[in-house]
Structures are given as C-alpha cells and as structure tokens.
C-alpha cells in the first residue's frame, strides 16, 4: 500500500530511463498516479493549482514512462521516463537541478538553458536563485535582510505626487506579480515564499504582518535601530508590503481591489500623528484576521497607507520601499 500523506499527495522523483540523471521531483496523488498507468505519460498533482496535469501539455515536452519503482518506506516513487524534447524544467533547462549550491550558499548556472519560459508559457522566465552575496538576505523570503545603503530622498511636495503615482503603481504590480507567480507554480524546495503560499497559513502570516509593523514603527519612535531612520524605514517598509502581498496572494485579493500605490500616497499625505498611526495598525490586523474579502482588501489599504506615513515620517520617497524590494528581486533574477 503506498502512504500518501495528509493532503492526499505522494512525491515523485523523475529520471531519464537512459542516462539515469534526475529530471525533475513534483507530486502525484492517487488520480495522477491512476492516469500515468493508465496512459503511459506522467500525470502530476500542483498543489497550487490544485488541479491534475500532464507533465508537457503546454510545452509539449512530454514524458513517456519506462518503470515505476516504489522506496522502502512505500511513500515515493521513482519513474523512470523518455523525456520527449529536450528540457524537463519549466525554465527551460533539460533537468529542474541545473545550479550547484556553492560554500558561500550563492548558486551557480551548470547547464545551458534550451528554450526560454517566456516563449512557452507566456509569462516572464523567473530563475529563483539566491542574491549574489550572502550578506544580503532575499527580499522575497521575508527575513529581515542585512541594512544596505539605501540613497535617502527628500520628501515629495504634492506637486510631485501625480509624477511619482505611475512610477509607484508599475513597481507594485511588478512585485505582486513575482508574488502571484510563487503562488501559481510550486517552487517550494526553492523559495521559502513559495512554501508559506502554498501552506496558506492566515493567521500566521497576519501575526509576522504584526511583528513588522511593529519594527516599522519602532523606526519612526527610535526604539528600533539597524543603520540609520531614512533606510530602516525603506527596510522595514519593504517587509512590511512583503507581508502584505502574501496576505493579498493567499486571499486572492485583485490587485485593484487593494490599490497599494494609491494606499501609500494617501497614508503619505495624511499627516498622520503617533497615535493615529498606532489606531490604523491596530485597525489593519483587525480587518486582515477576518474572513471577510472586503475588509481585508480594506485591511490591506490601510497597511499600505501605514507604509506611506512612514515614508512622509522619515523624509524619504514614497517608492523607496518598494524600490529596495526590487533591486532584492533583481539581485536574484526574480525581475527584470
């Protein structure tokens, strides 16, 4: 009897029956498993989509299947397969295991890539590697990353607000797409971000949204120091929107349904005294904690307008978080 675990899924490492290199690992659960039998060509289960697919059915790198082989424990398999065109992976590489994990924890490229993503599937090509150095934490895991110099800008005048709208609403939606992506596909052995999308763990992700807005105000009052206020703020402020787009992906909330970039320049023109800031954060979790998808749309806006206050609080753009959170999605090929 094979042992699938509690969602009903069973892993899957995938090789090529004739030089035996890995492919590729996912998960079947018993439908899947059913229909690779029954067809000859592997079927897989994304847990993301929720839904069953045929490994190839967009790229037409179809995997035709020689054996089956079940571990000791009975809980994974081992399929041995033709691989039918040349790249296993969907980012465009014959096998899902093309980096080499380095003693600095940075990764290097070891295979040539044979077909670019964006070609196949329509969507930007998305390499989740790890920045370059290991002094900087990833931006999308959502720990808090080593300060790094963070050019302070001067407070925006009104004037300047219609200028700097667009430029905040293209890199806002450039972010949450990453987001969405981490969330559409499984790239949970590569991206802590991923995994915590997957799980779908709401209350957990409201309580680490608590701890950040926490430190981002903590910043603001002096009571908590990395470097200095101007790039603590576009710090703590680029984790606090990190906790919020995972809020949003998990939830499945539009991105204009929240709007953050006008969230931001609203909670950047507000003015907002300590002891309002202190009653919107209160007000944020307790929209986030419900089950209600328009108050927490309405709980999203209100912690991207705390990120906007802030900004005005510290002196800096209105674009500095979201500017830093993009330069860490850069450094590791997220954006582009």
């Known amino acids: 009897m094979l042992k699938f675990d509690r969602q009903g899924l069973i892993p899957v490492v995938i090789v090529d029956d004739a030089t035996g290199n890995v492919l590729m690992m996912a998960s079947m659960n018993q439908e899947a498993?059913?229909?690779t039998r029954a067809t000859g060509y592997t079927h897989l289960f994304s847990r993301s989509r929720q839904t069953l697919w045929r490994k190839g059915?967009?790229?037409?790198?179809?995997?035709?299947?020689?054996?089956?082989?079940?571990?000791?424990?009975?809980?994974?398999?081992?399929v041995r397969v033709h691989q039918h065109g040349d790249a296993a992976c969907h980012e465009g590489y014959r096998s899902c295991y093309y980096r080499r994990l380095l003693p600095d924890d940075t990764y290097q490229t070891e295979a040539q890539r044979i077909f670019d993503p964006a070609d196949v599937?329509?969507?930007?090509?998305l390499e989740a590697a790890k920045p370059q150095t290991a002094?900087?934490?990833?931006?999308?895991?959502g720990e808090e990353s080593q300060a790094t110099s963070v050019?302070?800008?001067?407070?925006?005048?009104?004037?300047?607000?219609?200028?700097?709208?667009?430029?905040?609403?293209?890199?806002?939606?450039?972010?949450?797409?990453?987001?969405?992506?981490?969330?559409?596909?499984?790239?949970t052995t590569e991206s802590n971000t991923s995994r915590l999308l997957h799980e779908k763990s709401h209350n957990y992700l409201v309580s680490?949204?608590?701890?950040?807005?926490?430190?981002?105000?903590?910043?603001?009052?002096?009571?908590?120091?990395?470097?200095?206020?101007?790039?603590d703020t576009a710090l703590e402020g680029s984790q606090v929107g990190y906790w919020l787009f995972l809020l949003a992906s998990t939830n499945n909330v539009l991105y204009n349904s929240f709007m953050p970039h006008a969230a931001i320049l609203r909670g950047y023109a507000g003015n907002y005294n300590e002891e309002k800031s202190?009653?919107?954060?209160?007000?944020?979790?307790?929209?986030?904690?419900?089950?209600?998808?328009?108050?927490?749309?309405?709980?999203?806006?209100?912690?991207?307008?705390?990120?906007?206050?802030?900004?005005?609080?510290?002196?800096?753009?209105?674009?500095?978080?979201?500017?830093?959170?993009?330069d860490q999605m850069r450094r590791k090929g997220l954006v582009h």
């Open 33 to 35: 498993l059913q229909q």
């Open 57 to 78: 059915e967009q790229s037409g790198n179809v995997q035709e299947v020689r054996s089956i082989f079940v571990n000791c424990e009975e809980n994974s398999l081992l």
């Open 121 to 125: 599937y329509q969507t930007e090509p």
């Open 135 to 141: 002094q900087v934490a990833l931006a999308d895991e």
């Open 151 to 187: 050019e302070s800008l001067e407070a925006t005048t009104e004037s300047e607000e219609a200028h700097i709208l667009p430029k905040l609403d293209t890199a806002l939606r450039q972010l949450y797409a990453v987001y969405l992506y981490l969330r559409d596909h499984d790239m």
């Open 208 to 231: 680490r949204l608590a701890d950040e807005l926490q430190e981002l105000a903590g910043v603001q009052s002096g009571d908590h120091v990395h470097t200095g206020r101007q790039a």
């Open 278 to 326: 202190i009653e919107l954060r209160q007000e944020c979790l307790q929209l986030l904690e419900t089950n209600d998808p328009e108050q927490i749309a309405h709980g999203l806006e209100l912690g991207f307008a705390i990120i906007g206050w802030a900004c005005a609080s510290a002196g800096i753009s209105p674009l500095a978080p979201a500017e830093y959170d993009l």
